[in-house]
């Protein structure tokens, strides 16, 4: 809650992934099939124009108790917006809004975000889910990409058939180790946005863990987003640690809530048809010690081809489409469980 009590988000700067919340007094969430979101539903944004009806179900039918922070963790500035009766905003992808139409439908719906189709404000397509913030008080957020790589093999393709050095790469390739990139690189001043992602999962633990910490905020603090060089074990360890600042009902929390989303991800008829690429899970906890973990960002997302499946374990290599995902998952679940002490 911000300063004086009022119901205004508060600003987190140098962070980007946007959860929030805010109290609207009175009135029913709209159903997206039935009918379009109008002023007069959403009476603070005198800009809301009409609802696209690609929605899945109605919104939850509860409000939130009290307003909630807006939380920025990491990610691309300026994707999301605020939105009214508990959800969020962001940019529409058209990639995205079909993998929530589809999770909508499958076994993984209680880990994802709940999808409420397309709205558009201020002539921009905004793809509309639940804010995952609304039962928390003055929550800590941490925010886990997940999967041995971050970017899609046609990605590596594209680089390739049409290379496109980039100088803002290149820089903040020097700004971590001025000796990383090649002589043809620093004569160019850039690197290609693939050459970047790779060398940038080396550092971390994407590679030897399967999963990396982006971002965390605890309450009442800054981000804290200095991760790119946490690679091995010990190091992940002792972030998470300060995360949960050693509670071990947290960490029980979050446990429970990922061995519950991995027993699902390996019958999740949607996981085994997805390369899931650049997704990420979000961790949420509050002082009264209850904990969430919901999987988010499914912008890289891609349908496989009809004759292939994955297990989300396999090693990658070209061509296979493996992402590595569940790999990670459980070395995550694993390094959690040996935070807890021995009984």
Same mark, same amino acid.
């Not at 009290?66 to 963790?73: A, I, S, Y």
């Not at 962001?90 to 499958?106: A, H, I, S, T, V």
């Given at each position: ?6 119901? #205004? ?19 029913? +969430? ?46 691309? &500035? ?47 397509? +905004? ?21 041995? %790589?971050?970017?899609? #093999? ?7 058939? %049409? ?26 001043? &850039?690197?290609?946005?693939?050459? +970047? ?14 999963? %990396? ?40 929390? +979050? ?19 997805? #390369? ?44 296979? %489409? ?22």
């Amino acid at each position: 809650m911000p300063p004086g009590g009022g119901s #205004e988000p508060i600003h987190f700067k140098r962070c980007h992934h946007v959860y929030w919340g805010k109290v609207v007094a009175g009135g029913t +969430y709209p159903t997206p099939r039935s009918q379009p979101m109008t002023k007069s539903m959403f009476c603070e944004n005198s800009s809301w124009t009409e609802h696209k009806s690609c929605g899945t179900s109605s919104l939850l039918s509860m409000t939130p108790t009290k307003p909630q922070q807006w939380l920025q963790v990491v990610g691309h &500035a300026g994707s999301f917006r605020i939105g009214n009766y508990g959800t969020l905003l962001k940019k529409f992808c058209e990639g995205e809004q079909q993998c929530y139409l589809r999770l909508m439908k499958d076994a993984l719906r209680p880990f994802v975000p709940a999808y409420h189709g397309v709205v558009q404000l201020d002539e921009q397509d +905004y793809n509309m889910m639940d804010n995952l913030l609304n039962h928390f008080s003055t929550p800590a957020v941490m925010d886990c990409k997940m999967g041995s %790589r971050t970017y899609l #093999e046609e990605e590596l393709c594209i680089a390739r058939e %049409r290379p496109q050095p980039r100088k803002d790469m290149y820089e903040k390739m020097v700004a971590v180790d001025p000796e990383a990139p090649t002589p043809q690189e620093r004569a160019q001043q &850039a690197v290609l946005k693939t050459r +970047y992602m790779q060398w940038r999962e080396t550092l971390s633990s994407t590679t030897t863990l399967g999963f %990396r910490i982006e971002g965390f905020k605890k309450a009442n603090e800054e981000c804290h987003t200095n991760f790119k060089r946490t690679k091995s074990r010990e190091q992940v360890m002792e972030a998470l640690d300060n995360f949960v600042e050693s509670n071990t009902h947290i960490v029980w929390g +979050y446990l429970r809530r990922l061995k519950q989303l991995r027993q699902v991800l390996e019958t999740s008829e949607f996981f085994k048809t997805h #390369e899931v690429v650049g997704s990420s899970l979000l961790f949420v906890h509050d002082w009264t010690g209850r904990t969430g973990v919901w999987m988010i960002d499914f912008g890289k997302t891609t349908a496989l081809p009809p004759d292939l499946t994955l297990d989300h374990r396999t090693p990658w290599v070209q061509g296979n %489409r493996e992402d590595g995902y569940l790999w990670g998952l459980d070395n995550l679940i694993d390094v959690l469980s040996d935070m807890l002490p021995l009984t």
